[in-house]
């Protein structure tokens, strides 16, 4: 599988993300000059691609793959793309409170120390649905690591028990809880060239 090797903070800049979005609290102590160049309309929308992608850390094609499943959804597709991206696995820990960063989530799921409904998945772009219960595995030694997170605000469509190490999706994200500003529609406009 590929992966960015790019410093992080520079990658942030590049797409005009705040760091905080992923997790991190340190930002750049370069005073670098901007360029002001004017982006032309594919330019912009494949910005906002990008960092979406670069956000839930997710490959061309398994995005692209999103997409596809979000137009065979009723509704609106830029509202089903960010549905389906909040649904993955390695996000729902993430957003629990479980891990720090996106990355330590997908981690944590792919070593094998989350469960869903009682079984364990490994599997980070797992799309989790309704009723699903997430815990962290008993004897783990991960769990230290989650108490040490401290407190996340965890939003309205999950549910967090942080004492038991358990989280329930009681419904499928919205927009409103996307935590980043984003504009789903130049995504949609992207691929429906």
Known sequence: MGKSTQPLLKRCKSLGINP????????????QKEVRRKKSEYGIQLDEKQKVRFIYGVMEKQFRNYYVMATKKSGVTGE????ILESRLDNVVYRLGFAKTRQQARQMVNHGHILINGKKVD???FLVKVG???TVKENSSIRKLVVSNGDKVVPAWLEADKDNFTGKVVNLATK???DYEVKENLIVEYYSK
């Open 20 to 31: 905080v979005v992923m997790g991190y609290t340190k930002e750049s102590k370069r005073n």
């Open 80 to 83: 089903n793309l960010l549905q």
């Open 123 to 125: 599997i980070p772009s």
């Open 132 to 134: 699903d219960v997430i």
């Open 176 to 178: 409103a809880d996307i």
